[in-house]
């Protein structure tokens, strides 16, 4: 059996879908357990929608179940400055909104229905992994995160606890001998030798 520990306030909506494929994935072939060690919000959420079982902390984070785009506009700055940003572009949409102007009303319109759109693909995921009813996802689909005992109730948790939780969990009820020895395999991290990278990393992605 599998368990995966999250501890994250999510991150870019493709990544989190392809993170929450790949759990899936080892689901099909391995039971497999997420332990939320704190937070699972939004992106992080979605990685453990993959899972057969979510356990969380009594005073662990779930959900945050939305999407935001953000973008700087510098525009007041520039004009400030005495700063015009020239270009050249195929179409008025391209590579728009650019913080370097206002935003115009049909950018802004093209953005939001990204955003609208992603945010019905995760309000759908978490509706159908989670087997909640209209009624039932309309409580937590506003973008709030909930403590891990607020989660058992809405059910956007299994259960509460901690890895000998998901361990008991797995022994009940996919009949795995709760001595198995627990294998620890930690994620290396790319940007180990460039600590100043990583930092921007995470400021930029979550």
């Not at 015009?84 to 939001?112: C, H, Q």
């Not at 956007?156 to 009949?175: H, Q």
């Amino acid at each position: 059996a599998v368990i995966v520990h999250i501890n994250s306030p999510g991150g870019t909506t493709s990544g989190s879908e392809e993170l929450h494929d790949s759990i899936k994935r080892l689901q099909a072939e391995k039971p497999t357990v997420i332990v939320v060690d704190g937070l699972a919000a939004s992106g992080g959420y979605i990685a453990a929608l993959g899972s057969d079982h979510i356990v969380a902390g009594e005073t662990s984070l779930v959900g945050s179940i939305g999407v935001l785009f953000q973008y700087p506009n510098f525009s007041e700055a520039l004009k400030t400055l005495g700063i015009k940003m020239e270009e050249i572009k195929s179409s008025p949409l391209k590579a728009a909104p650019n913080g370097f102007e206002p935003t115009s009303p049909e950018a802004r319109a093209a953005v939001e229905s990204i955003v609208m759109d992603s945010y019905a693909w995760f309000r759908n995921l978490v509706k159908t992994r989670r087997q909640l009813d209209d009624a039932g996802i309309e409580k937590v689909a506003d973008g709030r995160v909930f403590t891990g005992r607020q989660g058992l109730g809405l059910k956007l948790v299994d259960e509460l606890g901690d890895e000998r939780t998901a361990i008991a969990w797995l022994a009940k009820e996919k009949n795995i001998d709760p001595k198995t020895p627990v294998r620890d395999f930690r994620l290396r991290d790319r940007f180990g030798d460039l600590p100043f990278l990583h930092t921007a990393a995470v400021t930029v992605l979550h």
